[in-house]
């Protein structure tokens, strides 16, 4: 598979880890938007967040909680902004699934998360609640 993060995985492309355990690695990404831009990513080809079982989830985020913590204290800053890029639609440029941790810094000019829809005012949809529960139901969760 010619995946970048696979290859990082695999030890067949550089990368400057953070950290790495047998489940999840952490490396600062290759082209940083922010000061310690780092990346977490299961070490499984997964390509979405719907993807990946609750224990690899469960281990993804234990990583970033750790390497985000690190992150901060290296570098002083006061905020750690986190996402995923889930799908094509949403922006995911590799298709193997990635957590970013941005850490933030006061007058930095990143915005929120908000900032992705700065001009939307919707309301909370309550029949898209009520079919989400069901789906959740229905898969017994």
Do not use: W
């Amino acid at each position: 598979m010619n995946c970048p993060f696979c290859r990082i995985a695999r030890g067949e492309l550089l990368a400057h880890l953070l950290y790495e355990d047998p489940q999840v690695l952490a490396f600062l990404d290759a082209a940083p938007v922010a000061l310690g831009h780092a990346l977490v990513v299961p070490r499984a080809h997964v390509e979405r967040l719907a993807d990946l079982s609750q224990e690899a989830a469960g281990a993804l985020f234990a990583a970033a909680v750790r390497v985000g913590r690190a992150l901060q204290e290296a570098l002083a800053a006061p905020g750690l902004t986190l996402g995923i890029n889930d799908g094509r639609a949403a922006g995911q440029g590799v298709p193997h699934l990635h957590l970013h941790l941005l850490p933030r810094f006061p007058g930095d000019g990143g915005g929120s998360l908000h900032a992705i829809f700065p001009h939307r005012k919707l309301k909370p949809d309550p029949d898209l609640a009520a079919r989400v529960r069901a789906l959740l139901s229905a898969q017994g969760r």
